[in-house]
């Protein structure tokens, strides 16, 4: 059981690049979250997903995007890379409510440490 | 909407004295509440977190933190500081009437132990 894994560990881009980092979950959760962490600033919810094929915005939505195509993964993406997009991004996932209810703990992934140039 | 307000960005103690973070809420539901720690250059791992059954929640490697409706607070303790708790500890904050609402975190505690 690896839990939350998330690839890749370290990763620098040239502004207006693309990439997309993948974010992986064999626990079966409904739940899954993309945030990003800065110093000083604590982690900011990206986008998350309550389900497979739904997503939704997050705080800092602006310049990316994101996909749940199967249970296990969440991909975020980034169309265009900016230096401001210079964090490290944590996956995480929790297996959700019976009623919808997200209050269940979150597992979190090791990060992707992100630089832009 | 929820909110959690980390009453310290640094705390510093020495070896085998107490721990005290403080942290607290605002929060229009019955919320969930959690404390993470960051060891560095790690991912986040929980260490406690209270979810309406008893106030008192104990978590792991001796931490425990005290739910306090009356003051919105959810203050982390531990009796003895060792040299491995240095690290970043976040106070998050969830509502249990959202669906698939994300975890809301405070902006951290660095906290720094001295032999």
């Known amino acids: 059981n690896a839990g939350v894994t998330q690839t890749p560990k370290f990763r620098v881009l040239k502004t207006g690049q693309s990439m997309t980092l993948l974010c992986a979950q064999d626990?079966?959760?409904?739940?899954m979250y993309w945030y990003r962490q800065d110093p000083g600033m604590g982690l900011r919810l990206i986008h998350y997903?309550?389900?497979?094929?739904?997503?939704a915005k997050g705080e800092v939505p602006d310049g990316y995007n994101v996909s749940r195509l199967k249970k296990q993964n969440f991909l975020l993406g980034l169309e265009s890379a900016a230096p401001s997009q210079t964090s490290v991004y944590f996956c995480?996932?929790?297996?959700?409510?019976?009623?919808?209810?997200?209050?269940?703990?979150?597992?979190f992934g090791p990060g992707t440490r992100l630089t832009v140039l | 909407a929820q909110s959690v307000t980390q009453l310290d960005s640094h705390v510093s103690v020495s070896e085998g004295t107490p721990v005290l973070l403080r942290c607290n809420y605002s929060?229009?539901?019955?919320?969930?509440l959690f404390w993470y720690v960051q060891h560095p250059n790690k991912g986040l791992q929980l260490l406690l977190k209270?979810?309406?059954?008893?106030?008192l929640v104990k978590g792991i490697n001796g931490f425990e933190a005290e739910f306090k409706k009356s003051e919105t607070s959810f203050h982390l303790t531990k009796p003895s500081a060792h040299m491995s708790d240095a690290a970043e500890y976040f106070c998050?904050?969830?509502?249990?009437?959202?669906?698939?609402?994300?975890?809301?975190f405070g902006k951290g505690t660095t906290l720094s132990v001295s032999s």
């Open positions: 997903s309550v389900g497979e094929g739904t997503t």
């Open positions: 998050v904050v969830s509502s249990n009437d959202q669906a698939g609402t994300a975890l809301i």
């Open positions: 626990m079966n959760h409904e739940y």
């Open positions: 209270y979810t309406s059954a008893a106030t």
């Open positions: 995480a996932s929790n297996k959700g409510g019976i009623s919808g209810r997200a209050y269940n703990e979150q597992f």
């Open positions: 929060s229009s539901y019955s919320p969930s």
